[in-house]
């Protein structure tokens, strides 16, 4: 066994974990429909939140690919937006566990912006993870400012930090209107990103 295949049993099972949550709460709110309204925003995030937890296996398989040494500082970010992506699977769906909810909406105003809150982190966490990456990889030795300019300059950092605007507007503006419109742009540049740009199957890329 590999330093690579052990150190991602943990990782495949903290993801596994929370695709498991996610497609568990979403036919949990199918089959109690009855009792508590559906409302397709709650849906739209936990399948934005199921495309991150798929394409971070691509994530996990690049780094292997590109042999990066796992050291702390190299695991412990990968490790904890594992765990990030697992709470946010299991808080933007109220599943059968929260049998006090009234409707779906209700729920996601009390406990789906956490989700989306962690999902924000999640971005920070994944630009650092860039930057990381990018310096140990290219074996660069400039400025602290020559390395913030150029981090940012990434095509991959220049999408979280969209995501992380669009995310703000979701979180931050109580007009509707608004918060469909930064859903559709989140989701369309998430698209975008997984298609063209971040890690992906057979191609070797950045997060």
Not at 65 to 87: D, H, R
Not at 113 to 118: E, N, P, S, W
Request: charged share 10%.
């Amino acid at each position: 066994m590999t330093e690579f295949e052990l150190l991602a049993i943990p990782l495949s099972l903290v993801l596994g974990l929370g695709i498991t949550n996610i497609l568990r709460d979403v036919s949990d709110a199918v089959r109690d429909r009855d009792r508590v309204p559906l409302h397709w925003l709650p849906f739209v995030w936990a399948f934005i939140i199921f495309l991150f937890s798929v394409q971070y296996f691509f994530v996990l398989w690049d780094y292997y690919a590109e042999g990066m040494v796992w050291t702390w500082p190299i695991f412990g970010p990968v490790l904890l937006n594992c765990v990030i992506l697992y709470l946010s699977a299991g808080l933007i769906l109220p599943g059968r566990r929260n049998s006090d909810c009234a409707s779906l909406m209700e729920d996601f105003e009390k406990h789906g912006r956490l989700a989306l809150k962690t999902l924000g982190l999640y971005l920070l966490v994944a630009v650092f993870m860039n930057t990381l990456g990018w310096l140990l990889m290219d074996q660069v030795h400039v400025s602290a400012g020559e390395v913030l300019f150029w981090s940012i300059m990434q095509a991959p950092n220049i999408i979280c930090f969209i995501l992380i605007a669009a995310l703000s507007i979701v979180l931050f503006n109580g007009h509707y209107r608004w918060r469909i419109l930064a859903t559709a742009l989140f989701i369309a540049i998430q698209l975008f990103g997984m298609m063209f740009v971040w890690s992906q199957p057979g191609n070797m890329a950045g997060l």
